[in-house]
């Protein structure tokens, strides 16, 4: 049981990617994720994660343990000192003569909809045993909008069973490994059961890469644990997130309804398990810009930053334009109050839950050897290097 609590999850923690080779010609498809998030200071940290992840037949295990448990990874991201940004970005690959070769999101602080993206991964495809892992490295390295200029920590977690093909013409991993270290880009590598010719390239990626090599089983090692409080966690996640009202351009507006029905997909068919962890990040300092999104007029009113009466009519959220002004601020206020109880809710719950949690992880007999912790430990010391402090543990 050791190693199996909430194993790949935080394996799929760190999967990011490299700018700056020529493009491999093979079939890519890249999905970009709504724009215009909330903006952070221009100087404020940022944890960019790109995970770059093997979507052939073999790791339909491996996916529904990723799918279960990023949130948990995203929430023990976010508890770095200083707080920082999290944007996490996705790399699906399979092989040329498959439906694709590589699928493209790109990095975002929406995370809802980069869930809802990889709601939709499927394992299939594969044939051969080698897969295109170099042009998926390559493709994570040149199609992801990197952070620059401000304190950031950038790194890749590679996760598959096969090995790459060496006999296409293309950019092999030595060479875009070179890339990734001069861009200070972290690569991990994370081994999906034990193919005996995975493990030396993969071995040899992170060592390229500088990072860490892990070996998990073909299911990713995944024991999530149900709480008595998850359930009811979910349920008042939900309800903040209809309290949030956008406003601003059509654009503006539009941009957000796409995230609005991201959430509304997960809410319909994600577990209740991940939807409590998702609850969870969101209540932490560095799951606000997810909860929120941009133009949120809730928050923006509360926090004085936006003055109602001084809004464009056109600007105004749908639901307000047929209210008299002094109907509109009650109607906000309402919301305000609404969704503050409902956080005060959630804040309660999670105590318990997290305590239900501790003692899960006691009966199993620790964490001190499993592999997410491997991984924070991994996480702890490359974030390090970039100014992070992580003192906490992994997220449950």
């Known amino acids: 049981m050791k190693n199996k609590i909430i194993g790949i999850a935080l394996a799929l923690i760190t999967v990011s990617a490299i700018i700056g080779y020529p493009k491999l010609m093979a079939k890519t498809v890249t999905v970009l994720p709504p724009d215009g998030m909330v903006t952070s200071v221009e100087h404020s940290p940022v944890v960019d994660v790109v995970f770059v992840l093997d979507t052939t037949g073999s790791m339909s295990g491996l996916i529904q343990t990723a799918k279960e448990k990023i949130w948990s990874i995203a929430t023990t991201m976010a508890s770095a000192q200083p707080t920082p940004e999290i944007r996490i970005g996705l790399v699906a690959y399979r092989d040329r003569g498959d439906q694709y070769v590589t699928k493209l999101t790109n990095l975002s602080s929406d ?57 296409y013409n293309e950019i092999q991993y030595p060479e875009i490994l070179a890339a990734a270290k001069e861009m200070g880009i972290v690569v991990n590598t994370i081994q999906s059961g034990d193919m005996d010719a995975t493990i030396e390239p993969w071995t040899q990626i992170a060592g390229l890469g500088s990072g860490h090599f892990f070996q998990v089983e073909q299911t990713g090692n995944g024991v999530a644990f149900t709480t008595p409080y998850d359930a009811k966690i979910a349920d008042l996640s939900a309800k903040i997130d209809k309290t949030r009202l956008y406003f601003g351009s059509e654009d503006d507006k539009d941009k957000m309804a796409a995230k609005v029905r991201a959430t509304d997909k997960l809410h319909a068919s994600a577990s209740v398990e991940s939807r409590a962890r998702r609850a969870a990040f969101n209540a932490s300092a560095g799951g606000r810009t997810n909860l929120l999104g941009k133009n949120e007029l809730v928050d923006a009113v509360a926090s004085g930053d936006v003055e109602m009466t001084d809004m464009p009519e056109n600007e105004l959220p749908a639901v307000l334009k047929p209210m008299a002004p002094a109907e509109q601020k009650k109607y906000v206020v309402r919301l305000a109050e609404e969704r503050s109880e409902l956080q005060r809710q959630i804040v309660g719950l999670s105590t318990s839950r997290d305590e239900f949690l501790a003692r899960k992880v006691e009966e199993a007999g620790g964490m001190a050897d499993s592999l997410d912790m491997q991984i924070y430990e991994a996480v702890k010391e490359q974030a390090g290097n970039a100014g992070f402090e992580y003192e906490s543990g992994p997220a449950l």
């Open 111 to 167: 995370l809802d909809s980069i869930y809802a993206t990889l709601m939709d991964f499927r394992a299939d495809g594969g044939g051969d045993t080698p897969e295109s892992v170099n042009q998926a490295l390559h493709d994570a390295v040149n199609g992801m909008s990197w952070t620059e200029g401000r304190q950031a920590y950038k790194a890749i977690f590679l996760v598959g069973d096969a090995p790459p093909h060496r006999n």
